[in-house]
């Protein structure tokens, strides 16, 4: 039996057929630029894709498509479940959760924290319901995994209080992603599942990293926000807050304008001026542009600063996970990245790490303790399992 696996953004839906047992994704793709007269709906289907127009459709058109499609495809019969994904869980959610009124209301209560994503995962959450009247929803958030970080990772040193009254704290995101590397870096690295110490890096358009000891997440570089820590694509990562005073005081902007520019207008992109997606940043560096060339730099020189740093909550380093768009396929930033670990022990194997690229997996460092591996991450099949497990427990 197969799981329907929800992805519901604000102009946008992606979805994915996923069998739980055997892993196989029978379908996948995205409604994209929901509400406008471009809308599409994206599939793709044993390797080949295809695209058709739904102008104008929003969420629910969007999902009611998707289910003619998987009716003509004979997957809509049968279904074991839907998992949605969940971006904010704040402090309620520590693992994944079957929909019931009382986890709407806590979904909803979570949207101060998670204003951009929550409302429309409630939205999808609420059409898959009156499809699929008598099937097993399941919510799985972001945050849930790292719900196990102790008090001094997620305690900001700021006023007590704003913790108490607002929920001011370290949450952390991509949380399917590091749970679902972590995993299965286990097996490919033979480190036992009750004693490893990992830190894994999802590096796609957002990125982040998480330490990870026996399967649980003890600290992670996202805060309560997804803005934290790495350099990403358009975001800045960590930077002095009293950034936001003072360029919105210098330029006679709103601060939230200045806090936006640090969300979309940074990063790859903000250092660059030329592209957020780090294919156009890396053949700009290779052919002589400084300003890439820089970004390339400091977005490597953060990332293995940031590693080193998470192996104080591990004690020790056994491996090293890349993963995401930039982390399974970019052999020039893990290269970087490692020859700055090197004191780590991290040796790269330059043939073995040029030889990765996306779905290959494997070791990228000669030695073994520690090792840097590529795990492809699978956000979709992690949901469809945690799905299918709450399913059939019910
Ligand atoms: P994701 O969000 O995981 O899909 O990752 C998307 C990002 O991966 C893109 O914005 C690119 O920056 C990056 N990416 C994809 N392919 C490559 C590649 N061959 N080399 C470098 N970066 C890549």
Not at 28 to 44: F, H, K, N, T, Y
Not at 150 to 169: F, K, M
Not at 245 to 263: C, I, S, Y
Not at 328 to 345: C, D, I, M
């Amino acid at each position: 039996m197969n799981v329907l696996v929800l992805n519901c953004g604000s102009s946008s839906l992606k979805f994915a057929v996923i069998d739980p047992d055997t892993t196989v994704e029978h379908v996948s793709g995205i409604a994209q630029r929901l509400g406008s007269p471009e809308a599409s709906l994206d599939v793709r289907r044993n390797g080949s894709r295809s695209s058709r127009p739904i102008a104008g459709a929003r969420h629910e058109a969007a999902l009611r498509a998707v289910v003619d499609l998987l009716r003509d495809l004979g997957l809509a019969d049968g279904l074991l479940a839907v998992g949605h994904r969940v971006v904010h869980g704040g402090s309620k959610f520590a693992g994944s959760m079957a929909i019931t009124p009382e986890v709407i209301a806590q979904v909803e209560e979570c949207v101060p924290l998670g204003p951009l994503h929550n409302p429309s995962n409630l939205v999808g959450i609420r059409i898959a319901q009156e499809l699929f009247p008598s099937l097993v929803q399941v919510g799985v958030f972001d945050t849930a995994f790292h719900q196990t970080m102790p008090p001094v990772a997620y305690t900001y040193p700021v006023p007590y209080e704003w913790l108490e009254r607002h929920g001011v704290r370290r949450y952390g995101f991509h949380g399917t992603s590091h749970r679902f590397v972590a995993q299965r870096a286990l097996a490919l690295a033979g480190l036992p599942a009750d004693d490893h110490a990992l830190v894994t890096a999802h590096l796609g358009n957002g990125c982040s990293c998480a330490a990870v000891r026996n399967g649980r997440s003890v600290d992670t570089t996202m805060g309560l926000t997804p803005l934290e820590g790495l350099m990403m694509g358009t975001r800045s990562g960590s930077v002095d807050p009293a950034i936001i005073g003072h360029v919105a005081g210098a330029e006679k902007r709103p601060p939230q304008e200045v806090l936006d520019a640090l969300n979309k207008g940074s990063g790859l992109l903000g250092v660059s001026g030329l592209s957020n997606d780090m294919r156009t940043v890396e053949e700009a560096a290779a052919a002589g542009n400084a300003r890439a060339g820089l970004a390339l730099d400091i977005f490597c020189y953060v990332l293995a600063k940031t590693v080193a740093a998470l192996v104080v909550p591990l004690g020790r380093l056994d491996a090293l996970v890349f993963t995401g768009g930039i982390g399974e396929n970019s052999a020039t930033v893990r290269e970087r990245t490692l020859r700055q670990l090197e004191f780590l022990g991290l040796s790269v194997d330059a043939a073995a790490n040029a030889a990765h690229g996306r779905g290959t997996r494997g070791r990228v460092t000669t030695g073994l303790k520690p090792q840097a591996l590529v795990v492809p991450t699978n956000e979709e099949l992690m949901i469809a399992l945690d799905a299918a497990g709450i399913a059939r427990a019910a």
